[in-house]
């Protein structure tokens, strides 16, 4: 499956072992949208530190298979005895040398495939001495009714596409290597070509994406678009599936293509109240005017339950009392964003800039998951006295307030520079694609494509 997931393991599997370790008795649920290499993480995990593995897949055949197991396992008629441990019997049938022992562990990935298997998460955790991980793509389906929560039998990890690191690392590890050892915020002025060389593999970064398989394919083959398409198409697909009121593949599209419009325009945050709002009178406006308010809300949701998307929050004249969710949307892999800015026909540079930003974006997004660093429930923005700051960070172990501005040419931020001079923020951070780093009292200069090596 190749070396692009070398880092990956570091970054994840230290989250895996972790869960395997702790004293308590819970079931990981491992999300992440399509494609970004869970089932590869979660079996190369299972295989490397159990004794003992068995793995259902409830969207093929093996799926099918446990069904009947379970099926088989729990039917029960009233006045005869029932039986003592059905759920066990049910593995037993499906794979008869199943062990209940802490060396086990059961996957059962696409489980939002089964109501019925998912709302035995609780009995799961209680019943068996057996770890159990469970998988899908598309949890977002749990809202549906059927589905009950189970959140104080679960511990949850994301998986996302590939981070910058992890895509530098499988790219070129002698240069990944050198990029561990640059000082954070001084320029090393003996490497200049290093910059270069990171910079340039920063910007293949932001327009292929992070999706393992684009990922290889680029390395293998320098093909952008094929797979990356293969995958999108794939994904709106399987997501007809889940909507009885949607017909066309095209209400997705129109949606991604009015997210550009969004991220494109000069945001002052949105003139509507929600992003829903806002994206639905741009998908109408596009033709779809068949679309209802309601069909387009769960389309949104439908995506942003999917890890497709993500929303950021407007922070209202720097006042954090004054935080609005859901102001702001981004794509949460830069190769998919890419790919819809190119049709809506922005110029180059622009589309580098909105790339950057949502790039940051998702770094901010990242950190806000357990163990949490920073504060918010979301990534935001701020107005201040008539201009925009990109994002406001507040680190949550030291307090401190950060104003970040990302850069692509040599301007100031005057609004986050007038914020800071009013003592309504610690620091400003500006992300930069062509600075070696540096800092002049609470003003930090960092290379963009450091950003993930920087402590909030």
């Known amino acids: 499956r190749g070396e692009y ?34 089932t590869y993480i979660i079996n190369k995990f299972a295989d ?58 059961i996957i059962i990935d696409e489980i939002q495939e089964s109501a019925d298997i998912y709302n035995r998460i609780r009995e799961f955790t209680r019943q068996f001495q057996a770890h159990f991980i469970v998988t899908g793509s598309y949890l977002g389906r749990v809202l549906e009714p059927e589905f009950r929560y189970s959140s104080g039998d679960m511990t949850r990890i994301t998986i996302y596409t590939l981070s910058f690191e992890e895509f530098l690392e499988a790219y070129d ?16 002025d003996g490497q200049p070509a290093l910059y270069d060389q990171l910079k340039e593999a920063y910007e293949i970064y932001s327009t292929i994406g992070g999706y393992p398989k684009v990922v290889e394919r680029y390395l293998q083959e320098h ?25 066309d ?28 709002e806002e994206l639905q009178k741009l998908v109408v406006k596009d033709g779809s005017s068949n679309l209802s308010k309601a069909t387009c809300n769960r389309a949104i949701n439908w995506l942003y339950q999917s890890g497709i998307i993500g929303f950021g929050a407007k922070i209202v004249e720097m006042d954090i009392l004054d935080f609005k969710p859901g102001r702001r949307c981004f794509f949460m892999d830069l190769g998919v964003a890419n790919y819809y800015l190119n049709r809506v026909g922005t110029t180059e540079s622009t589309r580098n800039g909105v790339l950057n930003e949502n790039y940051v974006f998702v770094n901010l997004l990242k950190r806000q998951n357990f163990p949490e660093e920073i504060a918010f429930e979301m990534p935001a923005f701020a107005t201040y006295k008539g201009g925009e700051i990109d994002f406001v960070v507040q680190g949550i172990q030291n307090h401190i307030r950060y104003l970040v501005e990302v850069k692509s040419g040599k301007g100031t931020a005057q609004t986050s520079l007038r914020a800071l001079k009013d003592r309504k923020a610690d620091r400003l ?20 494509y450091m950003l993930e090596r920087f402590q909030f």
């Open 429 to 448: 951070l500006y992300l930069k694609g062509n600075t070696k780093g540096g800092q002049d009292g609470n003003i930090l200069t960092l290379p963009l």
């Open 223 to 247: 093909d952008l678009l094929e797979e990356l398409v293969r995958i999108i198409q794939t994904f709106l697909n399987e997501s007809m599936r889940y909507f009885k009121d949607i017909t």
């Open 249 to 276: 593949i095209s209400v997705f599209t129109n949606i991604f293509l009015s997210i550009c419009r969004i991220l494109l325009r000069e945001k002052k945050g949105l003139e509507e109240d929600s992003i829903s």
């Open 173 to 188: 590890e002698k240069l990944y290597a050198s990029y561990l050892h640059l000082p954070l915020l001084q320029a090393d």
């Open 48 to 105: 490397e530190n159990f004794k003992n593995k068995i793995y259902i897949n409830l969207f093929d055949l093996s799926g099918k298979q446990f069904l009947e197991c379970y099926h088989q396992a729990t039917d029960w008629k009233p006045g005869t005895k029932r039986p003592q441990n059905p759920l066990q019997d049910a593995f037993r049938l499906y794979d008869p040398s199943f062990v209940d022992s802490p060396d086990t562990v």
């Open 5 to 38: 997931f070398m880092y990956l393991k570091r970054k994840i599997y230290d989250r895996l072992l972790e869960w395997k370790s702790r004293s308590g008795h819970s079931t990981l649920e491992v999300n992440g949208a399509r494609q970004v290499g869970k």
